[in-house]
C-alpha cells in the first residue's frame, strides 16, 4: 500500500542540525512532490516547504529560507529534511506529506493525501 | 502572503448535532482551499479537496463549500469518531505556497 514512513525520534541540543527521512513505498515517489509540515506541542500545523523528487527543485517557506534543506535520494525513494541552526522553539512533530496535484480546464487541483507517522524532534540544552 | 483565519477556535457539541467550522482567506483563491482532520496523537487526514469534493473513503456527513474568500465545512450529524481538530488549508500556484489555518478543536458536549 501506499506509505511514508519517517524515521525516528531525534534530541539536538541548541545550535545543532537534525535531518529527518522520509521513505515512500506503494507509488512512483518521482511522480509527486513531497512537502514537509511541522507542529510544535499544542500548536497548528505549519508549512515548511516542498521537494520536486523528479527534478530536485525545492521552495521554503519564507521563515525558513536559509537554515532548511531538502533533499532526495531518488534511488532508495526517500526524502529528507535537514534543519540547522536549531533553536528551542524548533522543538516539534515534524512530518512529511505526498502532494497529490493535477490540472485541468478548472484550474489546478492540489492536496497532501498521504502523510507520514510523523517525526520528534526535541531542542534540549 | 495570503491568510487563513478559522472560527471558532474550539466548540462543543453534542452527538447527533449539526457542526459548521468556517474559513476565510485574505484574498481571494478561488476554490482552492482544503481541509484536514487531526485526531490526537495521529498524522492529519485528508477530507476535503478543492473546496467541496469528497476524498474517497470519507463519510458523506462531512462536507465543504465556497469559493473566493469565504469556506464553511460542516458535519451533518456529529460522531463520537469526529473529534479532532480541523484545519484548512490553500494554496497558492505561482509560486506554489501552502498555508494552513490555526485549527478549530472539536469536543462532545
Known amino acids: 500500500q501506499v506509505q511514508l514512513v519517517q524515521s525516528g525520534a531525534e534530541v539536538k541540543k541548541p545550535g545543532a542540525s537534525v535531518k529527518v527521512s522520509c521513505k515512500a513505498s506503494g507509488y512512483t515517489f518521482t511522480n509527486y512532490y513531497m512537502h514537509w509540515v511541522r507542529q510544535a506541542p499544542g500548536q497548528g500545523l505549519e508549512w515548511m516547504g516542498w521537494i520536486n523528487p523528479n527534478s530536485g527543485g525545492t521552495n521554503y517557506a519564507q521563515r525558513f529560507q536559509g537554515r532548511v534543506i531538502m533533499t532526495r535520494d531518488t534511488s532508495i525513494s526517500t526524502a529528507y529534511m535537514e534543519l540547522s541552526r536549531l533553536r528551542f522553539d524548533d522543538t516539534a512533530v515534524y512530518y512529511c506529506a505526498r502532494e497529490r496535484s493535477y490540472y485541468d480546464s478548472s484550474g489546478y487541483h492540489d492536496a497532501f493525501d498521504i502523510w507520514g507517522q510523523g517525526t520528534m524532534v526535541t531542542v534540549s540544552s | 502572503d495570503i491568510q487563513m483565519t478559522q472560527s471558532p477556535s474550539s466548540l462543543s457539541a453534542s452527538v447527533g448535532d449539526r457542526v459548521t467550522i468556517t474559513c476565510q482567506a485574505s484574498?481571494?483563491?478561488?476554490?482552492?482551499l482544503n481541509w484536514y482532520q487531526q485526531k490526537p496523537g495521529r498524522a492529519p487526514k485528508l477530507l476535503i479537496y478543492?473546496?467541496?469534493n469528497l476524498e474517497t473513503g470519507v463519510p458523506s456527513r462531512f462536507s465543504g463549500s465556497g469559493s473566493g474568500t469565504d469556506f464553511t465545512f460542516t458535519i451533518s450529524s456529529l460522531q463520537p469518531e469526529d473529534i479532532a481538530t480541523y484545519y484548512c488549508?490553500?494554496?497558492?500556484?505561482?509560486?506554489?505556497?501552502?498555508?494552513f489555518g490555526p485549527g478549530t478543536k472539536v469536543d462532545i458536549k
Open positions: 478543492d473546496a467541496s
Open positions: 484574498q481571494d483563491i478561488s476554490n482552492y
Open positions: 488549508q490553500q494554496h497558492d500556484n505561482l509560486p506554489r505556497i501552502f498555508t
